[in-house]
């Protein structure tokens, strides 16, 4: 999956291959921004949580992994 952001971060672009050909999704917000995480090392790495809420033009740091305690085995 490849994303590209327009330079006021408004708009985004996204190609990706589902198995038969190639898809170009593209989104423009109303109002505010994407927010992007940091660049590291030229790439940005997202879970499929926080690309999720990239899409949707929400605040993807904000996103907390929820700890689902293992259950215990009976002695």
């Known amino acids: 999956m490849f994303v590209f952001r327009s330079r006021r971060a408004d708009r985004i672009k996204v190609l990706t291959y589902d198995g038969t050909g190639l898809i170009l999704y593209q989104k423009r917000l109303e109002r505010g921004r994407f927010r992007w995480p940091p660049v590291t090392e030229g790439v940005v790495r997202l879970s499929a949580a926080q690309m999720a809420a990239l899409i949707e033009g929400l605040e993807w740091s904000r ?13």
């Open 63 to 75: 996103l907390h992994p929820r700890v689902v305690p293992r259950p215990q085995v009976a002695c």
